[in-house]
DNA sequence: GTCAAGAAAAATATCGATTTTCCATGGCAA
DNA sequence: TTGCCATGGAAAATCGATATTTTTCTTGAC
């Protein structure tokens, strides 16, 4: 579907130097507000508000709000506007349980169909993963945001030999709500667990053209992101 | 998501009696002309020529379309408008492939977790259809619209003791966009093949809470969907 | 003090006009 | 002919104002 323009967006939503619509301007702001937890779960989206904010006009907020619902970020109800949408312990089980399906098959796909092409991706976006997760091993702080970037392009490589475009679409609208949880419920912005090792074993699998493999580790990497989940919503205080 | 409206939905886009929003109207009278081929596969959605016909304004009419692309029934791209989502062999195989997989995920989840309530709503609805079945052996055209909207509802009583709403949308996306092929390619309007024996034994082992198997003839019954456009687009007529 | 009805305020939904972008067409030069 | 740019019309995107609905607040009866 859509892709996440984190960071380097310009400030002004009438941008027209980036060639795109006000709209997806509006709506890629939109998203990445709601993804990083600047927009509360549940909390409303008044199209007034965000209209003087963004310096647009209302129905350009509203489109871009309706845009939102394809991803499930927002919810709408009759006449009563916009909501960010809600988040739950079990909300959140029921997105790994998906994404397990559908990331299952997607490399199962990938490893059968995938051409050179494809390998080198997986080759290339490891490589680059690998790098920035040894930077992290020291802990350097800046460099969360370049990891959870390439994160997501190690993922998506790793899937990107599967031509079904269904099932794309839906893995990556699951992918984006796990970033959100994460992104909510570790206020510390770390990385989460040994994730290095994780992805190394995957890798290889996948290169190897271990399908039962590669799809059973990658269950188990998601399923560990339910425990750490899970641990830290019940170590903590629930949101207000 | 959002339930089917068919026929009965007055004519009036502004109807206030509804209880509707004028956006969601639109929405819902776009989409059944899509579903129902009215609008052609990749035909330009003018929102000026919407707007007139339906009586309402044109960010109206671009709300709804925006809505419609959470559905997939409609696409958009940069600064040219809307156009109704193309079709392909190929991508109806990806919806049935996908459907098998979320379908047998979601039937083998429901006879998991599914109580009494959900056991009986299954009987009602396969009692429903097979009556409608059963007339149609006398191919009763005007019984096709009641068989389409029973053999939804038998459906959607199979899955609806999954508590998973990920998979309920994502399934039911992947349903409708079924039925726009089907009742594109088969311009007679029949129902497809012998499928009422097939409705029968998955009937049957769901309520025998034979998972498995249930599991199994639900991919065959998709799979059997593929088999019949198949044979429509390679030019040949599928018995009525 | 509680509750209900109704008025006032706030927010949503809808409208129609304006601005911007795209695209086909045709003149003009190479 | 072929390629290139200007130009006008059509369609898309955006705007800001209006109408409708929901929510909040007030007041008064019980």
Redesign the pocket.
């Known amino acids: 579907m859509t892709l996440i323009q984190n960071g380097q967006n310009s400030d002004d939503p ?1 941008g ?1 130097a980036s060639g795109k ?3 997806e301007n509006v709506f890629a702001r939109l998203r990445s507000e709601i993804l990083n937890g600047v927009l509360a779960p549940e909390s ?5 508000e965000l209209r003087s904010r963004f310096g ?5 907020v ?1 489109e871009a709000l309706s845009r939102l619902l394809a991803d499930n970020l927002v919810t ?1 109800e ?5 909501k960010v949408a809600p988040v739950s312990l079990a909300d959140f089980r029921e997105i790994a349980t998906m994404r397990m399906l559908l990331e299952a098959k997607a490399v199962r796909e990938s490893i059968a169909n995938g051409d050179d092409e494809w390998e080198s991706r997986v080759v290339a976006a490891a490589h680059r993963l690998s790098k920035v997760e040894a930077a992290l091993a020291g802990n350097e702080w800046s460099a969360v945001n370049d990891w959870e970037a390439r994160n997501r392009e190690f993922h998506n490589a790793l899937v990107s030999g599967c031509d079904n475009r269904w099932l794309l679409n839906f893995r990556e609208i699951l992918y984006n709500h796990s970033v959100r949880y994460l992104r909510i419920s570790l206020t510390e912005r770390t990385i989460p667990r040994d994730v290095r090792s994780e992805h190394q074993a995957i890798f290889e699998a996948v290169i190897a053209r271990k399908a039962d493999l590669a799809e059973r580790l990658t269950i188990d990497h998601i399923a560990k992101s339910v425990t750490v989940i899970e641990a830290r919503v019940a170590g903590l205080k629930v949101a207000s």
Do not use: C, H, M
Not at 44 to 48: Q, S
Not at 78 to 82: A, D, I, K, V
């Open positions: 009438t027209k619509t006000i709209i409303r989206l008044r199209v007034e647009v006009a209302s129905s350009t509203r709408t009759g006449q009563r506007g916009f």
